[in-house]
């Protein structure tokens, strides 16, 4: 079955260092959403790619979308503490047009 | 606006025990769906609703039954519960399917299965 893989499984960094995870899906996919969850909360929307080659930025994360659109990135610059959480990468699901598969997570630490 | 709300935030059963999970939204969306979360392994689909009147299985919908009672509510059932469905369980609802709009998450459920 499709699969949205992310990588790395949890990251643990020291306050000011940046940070990338990266979302991979086994088949080509139409868009892909980021989402953000904070520890003990819900997924909340963060963007959303379209195009391949795609580069979004909010502030001081920066979103990429892939040449081939297998693949996205999500780039935080010299971290907070308030970007602790799991992110999420999502993609539609396989010859569905309402099915939102979400990959595995990158749950990052940061260390004041 | 309160968005989506679910109910209850916590539940313990017993195996063998049903309930069922409800989930509100006020935002007029057309699609909702219900995601369980477990450590390592993400969000992964059980049921969605594309719209009122239409619901379709996800990635994991074993031992799960949903109903679209009208545009704005959908309930998880859990006929027979399980161990293995111990979880957290989210509610999410879009505009106009998850494709074109961002999904709209509950609190969540957190359920305990003995």
């Known amino acids: 079955g499709q699969q949205v893989m992310q990588i790395p499984q949890y990251q643990h960094v020291q306050e000011g260092e940046d940070f990338t995870t990266y979302c991979n899906s086994s088949t080509t996919l139409s868009n892909i959403q980021w989402y953000k969850q904070r520890p003990g909360g819900h997924p909340v929307f963060l963007i959303q790619l379209v195009k391949s080659g795609e580069v979004k930025k909010q502030k001081r994360l920066t979103f990429q979308f892939g040449e081939a659109k297998k693949n996205s990135s999500l780039h935080i610059t010299a971290t907070q503490t308030t970007d602790v959480g799991t992110y999420f990468c999502?993609?539609?699901?396989?010859?569905?047009?309402?099915?939102?598969?979400f990959g595995t997570g990158t749950l990052l630490a940061v260390q004041p | 606006n309160a968005g989506v709300t679910q109910t209850p935030k916590f539940q313990v059963l017993k195996t063998g025990q049903s309930m069922t999970l409800q989930c509100a939204q006020d935002m007029n969306h057309n699609s909702m769906y219900w995601y369980r979360q477990d450590p390592g392994m993400g969000l992964r689909l059980i049921y969605y609703s594309a719209s009122e009147g239409t619901t379709d299985k996800g990635e994991v919908p074993n031992g799960y039954n949903v109903s679209r009672l009208n545009k704005r509510e959908f309930s998880l059932r859990l006929e027979s519960a399980a161990p293995s469905q111990t979880s957290v369980y989210f509610c999410?609802?879009?505009?106009?399917?998850?494709?074109?709009?961002?999904?709209?998450f509950g609190n969540g459920t957190r359920l305990t299965v003995t």
């Open positions: 999410a609802s879009s505009r106009a399917g998850g494709l074109d709009s961002p999904l709209h």
């Open positions: 999502a993609g539609p699901g396989r010859g569905a047009t309402n099915k939102l598969i």
